[in-house]
């Protein structure tokens, strides 16, 4: 991996393969490697990929994982940084999960540097059935066999003594989000010029499929698609499904072949 510090930012990313740029950004809890690693290897081969582990996040420490309220923004304000560093040109920018809603912002806030997003498992929004699912996460000591899984990679990637603070701190990033109105970026998605594909999973629960397409609607050039048998890890349950939409994508929508 790759590192640089930008004043109080301290990144860690893969830049791997040749060709057009684009920029991989994964979500909540987290590396690079583990929530995007085989797309990353799968995309290397025809493009240049970008992958970071997000600021507090896997190799990205010190310092550790915090969860302010505009943590979202954060993150896209982080990526341009980054981006500005390298100076790539203009990036597509690939999304999952918490990772979806900042590249939305990055497009957003920097129109200029961004050529295409890619985003699944986002709705713009975090909605009551999020923030009162997050809830349900919590005490993090009373978790049993059903989010064992869950425990098992935050530990690998972050340490046990991360367990807590990751949960606790998004759960009452949500609440507070919500309290404001609940707006992550549909607010700002007018404001993407570029054109945009949008992904979420049948199964998906608290992403809910009326967000998901109100932000499709705000956003001028957006395509939006729910895929068949998936939760919200399309990457995970839909591999191959996911890989022929972004190549779709970036071969016939943006012309990057």
């Not at 830049?15 to 740029?21: I, K, T």
């Not at 978790?143 to 003594?161: F, K, L, P, V």
């Not at 993407?192 to 705000?218: H, K, M, Q, S, Y």
Request: charged fraction near 20%; aromatic fraction near 8%.
């Amino acid at each position: 991996m790759h590192h640089v510090v930008l004043d109080d930012l301290n990144l860690a990313y893969y830049d791997e393969g040749a060709g057009h740029p684009l920029l991989l950004l994964h979500g909540f809890t987290g590396t690079a490697r583990s929530h995007l690693g085989d797309l990353i290897d799968h995309l290397k081969t025809n493009w240049r990929v970008i992958a970071p582990d997000l600021r507090g996040y896997g190799a990205s420490r010190p310092p550790f994982r915090d969860f302010p309220p505009d943590f979202y923004q954060r993150d896209a304000d982080d990526m341009i940084r980054l981006l500005n560093h390298l100076n790539p040109g203009p990036v597509v920018v690939l999304g999952f999960s918490d990772g979806a809603e900042s590249a939305l912002l990055v497009a957003a806030t920097r129109p200029d540097l961004v050529c295409g997003v890619v985003a699944w498992g986002v709705a713009g929004v975090i909605s009551a059935p999020m923030a009162a699912a997050a809830q349900q996460w919590l005490p993090v000591s009373a978790w049993d066999a059903s989010r064992a899984s869950w425990r098992d990679e935050i530990i690998a990637n972050h340490g046990a003594d991360q367990l807590a603070p990751l949960i606790e701190g998004w759960a009452a990033a949500a609440q507070a989000i919500y309290a404001a109105g609940g707006n992550i970026c549909y607010d700002q998605a007018d404001r993407i010029a570029c054109p945009v594909l949008l992904l979420n999973g049948d199964g998906e629960v608290n992403n809910l499929t009326t967000d998901f397409f109100r932000l499709a609607e705000r956003i001028a050039h957006c395509r939006a698609t729910i895929i068949e048998a998936s939760g919200h890890g399309i990457q995970f349950d839909q591999p191959a499904q996911l890989r022929d939409l972004i190549r779709t994508f970036l071969e016939e929508e943006l012309c990057l072949n």
